[in-house]
């Protein structure tokens, strides 16, 4: 098992001794005592937590379970029947080319199902109405005019509709107007012929 | 004397081998390899200690390797010698250590230098031998020390050889399975380490004669 018969007395030289000396103090040292007692002591507490988590990852894994059984359980309750509401269409504002006649119409969407009258709080589930189409039916276009001159031109079957408290008025974009620029006219008098006094 | 009686196999008062005792161990007896721990608490602690340098790390990283090693027993077949097998275990443990330590200290020690690591090996805690002869307190102390820093000095290859060789406890086939190089190699790697040492120890003006 021990090499110091390879190792030490074949180096004779002082410096082969110091070498060996040097070796020998740094490598050649007893372990502390109590060795074997810290190692058992660290298997017995490294056996001790590992139960411990067992019973965790067990109380974690059983709230998991009962947490994913609840979601399902909700999700299986059947839905409210399903109920179109009517989309309100869009609103057109072309403003006039004028600031005075600049006055917008503004349509406004017909009115929807009455919402709910209160927002309380409550456990049972509320059916959502199911969004179809957000734009309106096709019948129900969207005409607006780009030009000047024309005022406004809106076509909705809701356009009588009167205009619900508390509807947001509509933003309105003034076009953007293209006018000449005028520059003043530049006037250069005719060059004359006549040579300068004291000249040449 | 416990030191005497714990530090070889031969030596055990138990008559169980090695492998006898790894059996039980597998089967669950603790006390069995605690006996294992008792029979190579000495070859494990001075590897980790030729590794890290210090023997407070050196003590830890051997409790850490027995450890892993009851933790790993049952990948053991026996193929190899149990030794063997946990000195192994052990070297790399110590090597993870000695990158930490390493990091550590060049970061504490000296940010922006790139040779810090043999320096804090050079640096570490060391314990003089007990078993000092009284020849050896005559000799000059400012050899020693410039041995000593010298061999902190080595490249990394050349000082795990020259160390474990020095160790006393593991022949140079131990050292060759415990560093995964031939056997060849190591011993060429320990005279190198000497050879090294005393090329840069003549330049200080020591005689090599």
Not at chain 1, 127 to 137: I, Q, S
Not at chain 2, 85 to 109: E, G, H, M, Q, Y
Not at chain 2, 139 to 158: A, C
Request: glycine share 4%.
């Amino acid at each position: 098992m021990n090499n110091d018969s390879s190792w030490a007395g074949l180096h004779d030289s002082p410096l082969d001794r110091a070498i060996d000396r040097a070796v020998r103090e740094m490598v050649q040292v007893d372990p502390p005592p109590g060795l074997r007692r810290r190692v058992l002591s660290r298997l017995d507490a490294a056996k001790r937590p590992s139960a411990r988590i067992t019973v965790r990852y067990a109380w974690a894994a059983a709230a998991f379970v009962i947490m994913i059984a609840a979601v399902m359980f909700t999700r299986e309750r059947p839905d409210a029947p399903v109920t179109t509401v009517p989309v309100a269409s869009q609103t057109a504002v072309v403003p006039a080319p004028t600031p005075e006649t600049r006055r917008p119409i503004v349509v406004p969407p017909p009115p929807t199902t009455p919402r709910a009258t209160a927002s309380r709080i409550t456990r049972e589930a509320i059916p959502m109405p199911r969004v179809t189409n957000v734009f309106g039916a096709p019948s129900r276009g969207v005409v607006a005019a780009s030009d000047s001159g024309v005022e406004a031109i809106v076509t909705s079957p809701a356009a009588s509709t009167p205009e619900p408290p508390g509807a947001v008025p509509a933003l309105v974009i003034p076009p953007l107007t293209a006018a000449p620029i005028e520059t003043p006219a530049i006037v250069i008098p005719p060059l004359t012929s006549a040579a300068p006094k004291g000249g040449l | 004397m416990a030191q005497s009686r714990d530090c070889v196999t031969g030596t055990e008062p138990s008559a169980a081998t090695d492998l006898d005792l790894v059996r039980l161990a597998q089967a669950g007896d603790v006390e069995a390899f605690g006996e294992l721990v008792e029979r190579n608490r000495r070859a494990v602690f001075r590897a980790a200690l030729a590794c890290v340098g210090s023997p407070a790390e050196a003590d830890d990283v051997a409790q850490e390797a027995f450890v892993t090693a009851y933790r790993k027993l049952d990948t053991f077949r026996g193929e190899a010698q149990f030794r063997t097998w946990l000195l192994s275990i052990t070297w790399r443990k110590a090597i993870d250590r000695r990158k930490s330590i390493s990091r550590w200290l060049r970061l504490a020690v000296s940010p922006g230098r790139e040779d810090s690591e043999e320096e804090a090996f050079d640096q570490m805690e060391r314990i003089p031998s007990p078993q000092r002869s009284q020849e050896d307190t005559v000799v000059d102390d400012e050899l020693q020390r410039n041995v000593t820093r010298l061999i902190g000095t080595l490249p990394k290859k050349l000082r795990d050889a020259l160390l474990l060789a020095g160790t006393g406890e593991h022949t140079y086939e131990q050292i060759s399975q415990i560093l995964g190089a031939p056997l060849g190699t190591v011993k060429w790697r320990v005279s190198e380490a000497r050879r090294v040492l005393k090329k840069k120890l003549t330049a200080l003006g020591y005689a090599y004669e």
